[in-house]
C-alpha cells in the first residue's frame, strides 16, 4: 500500500493551497480517508477525515471552517483544501486510510496505512 502526498510549499498567512493524496495498492473505495498533522517539536494530531463513500466528513476544532476534506473513488484520491492558513498550520501533512473506527476517527489507533508527509509552511 502507498500513500503518496503531494501540494505542500510555503504560503503566506491568509492563503491557501490544496493538499493531494494518491493511493495504491488497496481498494480505495473500501477505506475511509484521513489526514494528520505534525508541527515542529511536536506531537502528530488529527486534522479531518472522511467515510469512504464521501457522505460523512469529521474536522479538528482548530481546522473546522477553514480546511476541507474531499475525496475522488475514481482516481484513488483524498484531497484537502486549506483556506485562511495560519503560521499555527505550519506541520507535516500526512494522509493515511482506515478500514474500520476502532476508538475515535481522531485516534492514531484508528488507521491502517500511513504515507509520507508533505510540509506545509506558513509566514506571517
Known amino acids: 500500500v502507498q500513500l503518496q502526498a503531494s501540494g505542500g510549499g510555503l504560503v503566506q498567512a491568509g492563503g491557501s493551497l490544496r493538499l493531494s493524496c494518491a493511493a495504491s495498492?488497496?481498494?480505495?473505495?473500501?477505506?475511509?480517508m484521513g489526514w494528520f498533522r505534525q508541527a515542529p517539536g511536536k506531537g502528530r494530531e488529527f486534522a479531518a477525515a472522511?467515510?469512504?463513500?464521501?457522505?460523512?466528513?469529521w474536522y479538528a476544532g482548530s481546522v473546522k471552517g477553514r480546511f476541507t476534506i474531499s475525496r475522488d473513488n475514481a482516481k484513488n484520491t483524498v484531497y484537502l483544501q486549506m483556506n485562511s492558513l495560519k503560521p499555527e498550520d505550519t506541520a507535516v501533512y500526512s494522509c493515511?486510510?482506515?478500514?474500520?473506527?476502532?476508538?475515535?476517527?481522531?485516534?492514531?489507533?484508528?488507521?491502517?496505512?500511513w504515507g509520507q508527509g508533505t510540509l506545509v509552511t506558513v509566514s506571517s
Open positions: 493515511t486510510a482506515y478500514s474500520r473506527v476502532r476508538t475515535s476517527i481522531a485516534a492514531e489507533s484508528s488507521y491502517d496505512y
Open positions: 495498492g488497496l481498494t480505495f473505495g473500501s477505506y475511509g
Open positions: 472522511i467515510d469512504r463513500s464521501a457522505g460523512t466528513t
